[in-house]
């Protein structure tokens, strides 16, 4: 079984024969749609069938959707077992964001994170192969930016471990970083920032690297679909966009200079507060960009 991975639209198409999927080969980067984790009980006949054991959780939600952002990571360490288990059971092509550690983010000096970083990745991520994505370093509210120390901190980033390209996605919530100093210091490590859709934190769609993250968080639970019809339209042809190489032209931006054109994978999770119709929004979203 294999992920049905969406492509932004384009005319340059042809077989890649390295993919196990049969994805296509185009001048677009890939969309991978998802919510955050596959364990809430409200899912529970909503998501998930009534019947369906909670071991069989992680490959239903896999099969209906093309990425999964992992949280657990966030709060404590996971077991190499863990990361091979996961990737066992899910479909060629599905891809895992998961959370850096609170340990690196959450510290006064980010330049002395170091050993938190290494822990995390000592502790099996890599166990998850080529199921493995972005690895999302995320700040609390009340980080402000400095840029000596925050690019210390990108610097602790590994880019390649055991021969494998890393990426990395750093979630700033302050309104300090709406600066062109912090985006410049992004684009340099090539490590791009979360556009939030969010009420109180701050949206920056300042492309930074070869792919772009985006985090959903106004979600209506009272809504079937998670975002009325012309919501999700608007945000399926911005992650289209976005894949193609160029940019939304309705979300805010630092700095007015335009990156160059290229295409980017797209990582787009549907996470808000009350999250019971997350996966609803997401899969609307993947039908929308196939």
């Known amino acids: 079984m294999s992920a049905v991975v969406a492509k932004a639209p384009t005319k340059a198409t042809k077989t890649d024969a390295k993919t196990n999927n049969k994805t296509t080969k185009t001048d677009a980067g890939n969309i991978y749609i998802g919510v955050g984790g596959w364990t809430f009980e409200p899912w529970r006949g909503v998501f998930y069938p009534d019947k369906l054991t909670q071991a069989k959780e992680l490959s239903y939600a896999a099969s209906k959707l093309t990425s999964i952002e ?6 404590g360490s996971q077991k190499p077992e863990s990361f091979r288990k996961w990737a066992g059971e899910v479909p060629d092509g599905f891809i ?31 166990e998850l192969k080529d199921r493995l994505g972005p690895v999302l370093w995320q700040f609390a509210p009340t980080k402000k930016f400095d840029g000596a120390d ?47 859709e969010h009420g109180k934190y701050p949206a920056i769609a300042d492309v930074a690297s070869d792919f772009v ?9 009272e809504l079937k679909t998670c975002y009325p019809p012309k919501q999700l339209d608007a945000w399926a042809k911005r992650f289209q966009d976005w894949a193609g190489g160029g940019e939304p032209d309705d979300l805010p931006k630092v ?27 997401a899969m609307e979203l993947i039908e929308r960009v196939k």
């Open 96 to 126: 895992f964001s998961l959370k850096g550690p609170r340990f690196a983010t959450n510290r006064r000096v980010l330049a002395e994170a170091g050993d938190s970083v290494k822990r995390f990745y000592d502790s099996g991520v890599l």
């Open 150 to 196: 925050f690019g210390k901190f990108l610097e602790l980033l590994p880019r390649k471990l055991d021969g494998r390209a890393l990426r990395h996605v750093v979630e700033v919530r302050h309104d300090s970083f709406c600066v062109p100093e912090f985006v410049a210091l992004i684009r340099e490590h090539e490590v791009p920032v979360v556009f939030a």
């Open 70 to 75: 992992i949280n657990g990571t966030y709060y």
């Open 255 to 281: 700095d007015k200079t335009a990156p160059k054109k290229a295409p980017r994978d797209v990582f787009a999770y549907v996470i808000h507060e009350g999250k019971v119709r997350a996966p609803a929004g």
């Open 213 to 221: 993250y985006a985090r959903l968080q106004k979600g209506n639970d």
